[in-house]
């Protein structure tokens, strides 16, 4: 029996074992070709059954509508941020952006450069511990998109409910928490997540598109960053990730396996609350970061009542084998992510250890 960390970083992050040991098994010899995936051609047909099959698996799982495709890109969420309003932002049109946390401000930024943005709705003042209600957004019928972050993974909230937006296209940027549960996707005209959490490694960057908003983009664009090029060639124009397809591929068959995203919905609530147990029965010794109703099931984020026992307290996570605890360097304090692969043993281990530590430290 390997010996596992547990492993609470927050991108990339914990795999599931069985896929690793899948990957292992299959390295050198994929499927009798003789070589490994990453020395398959793109092109051939061992590659392109992964890669179709990666796409198949992530409709159904999804339930991703024929109004929608998928695309494999490359560039990170990060790049997104850029394409996005190079793609859509219109001349003479403006884009929305609802504020919740550092993700959002560098969409935003991003989008700046681009053309004429604002905010829908902003939570900074509040230090970004909530989700604004769907009623406090504001945006304009003739908005060429409403853009929100689906989960703060820095500030560890989440939306719960999604603004339905009419005719104003709804993007999202759904990193940190594709996959953690059903989700309305017809809702949305573009879909996008950095792989690196609850979907594979780091790499591939998947982007759910709306047909008929995709032919609506700007032309006057390079190549590589027009989603047109990617769709028209089922995101086999150039060369793609494929060994990072092909894990997101069998991430995939895990989670149908462990039941698809309902069972894998009420999985990441039963992990999420053994630990924000611990915090609201603590008499204040954890301090939860998001507002309660605003709470993420994948990032949670806490803080101890001074930075010295908080500081006691990542050491000692840290010496009982407990990866990845430490804050967001940008704010300090405590975040356990615990996305799909996330073992429910690793958060039950972890909220023993703290109701452990606040006995030992009251
Ligand atoms: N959006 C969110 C919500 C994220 O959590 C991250 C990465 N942690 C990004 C965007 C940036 O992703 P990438 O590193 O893939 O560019």
Not at 60 to 80: D, K, R, Y
Not at 295 to 310: D, G, H, I, V
Not at 317 to 332: L, P
Request: hydrophobic share 35%.
């Amino acid at each position: 029996q390997v010996q596992r960390t547990y492993n609470f970083n927050a991108g990339p992050s914990a795999l599931p074992l069985s896929v690793l040991e899948k990957a292992q098994a299959e390295l050198i010899d994929f499927r009798g070709t003789g070589m490994s995936v990453m020395e398959l051609s793109h092109r051939s047909r061992p590659y392109e059954e992964v890669h179709n099959q990666a796409i198949s698996s992530l409709k159904e799982l999804l339930a991703i509508p024929n109004t929608h495709e998928v695309l494999f890109l490359q560039g990170g969420a990060s790049l997104q941020f850029s394409m996005i309003p190079m793609n859509f932002l219109q001349p003479g049109k403006k884009a929305s952006y609802v504020m919740t946390g550092s993700w959002s401000e560098k969409a935003f930024s991003e989008a700046k450069l681009f053309g004429e943005v604002y905010h829908a709705a902003s939570t900074k003042e509040g230090n970004y511990r909530s989700i604004p209600t769907i009623n406090e957004l504001q945006y304009d019928k003739e908005d060429a998109y409403v853009h929100l972050t689906s989960n703060n993974t820095i500030y560890g909230t989440q939306w719960k409910d999604f603004p339905d937006t009419g005719d104003v296209p709804l993007i999202a940027d759904m990193s940190s928490d594709i996959l953690s549960k059903p989700i309305d996707v017809s809702k949305f005209a573009l879909i996008y997540a950095g792989a690196q959490k609850n979907l594979g490694p780091s790499g591939v960057t998947v982007v759910i598109i709306r047909k008929d908003f995709l032919e609506s983009a700007n032309t006057n664009i390079p190549t590589m960053l027009k989603y047109s090029t990617h769709a028209k060639n089922n995101s086999l124009y150039n060369t793609p990730p494929t060994f990072g397809i092909y894990m997101l591929g069998e991430v995939l068959n895990w989670a149908r396996d462990l039941g698809g995203l309902e069972a894998i919905a009420k999985r990441n609530e039963e992990k999420a609350n053994l630990i924000y147990s611990v915090i609201d029965g603590s008499n204040g010794f954890y301090i939860g970061h998001a507002d309660q109703d605003s709470r993420s099931l994948m990032n949670l984020t806490f803080n101890l009542k001074t930075p010295e026992l908080e500081k006691k307290f990542l050491d000692q996570a840290k010496q009982a084998g407990f990866v990845g605890v430490n804050g967001h360097r940008s704010i300090g304090g405590c975040r356990v992510s615990a996305y799909n692969a996330v073992p429910v043993e690793a958060c039950q281990a972890f909220s023993e250890f703290m109701t452990q530590f606040q006995k030992d430290n009251n």
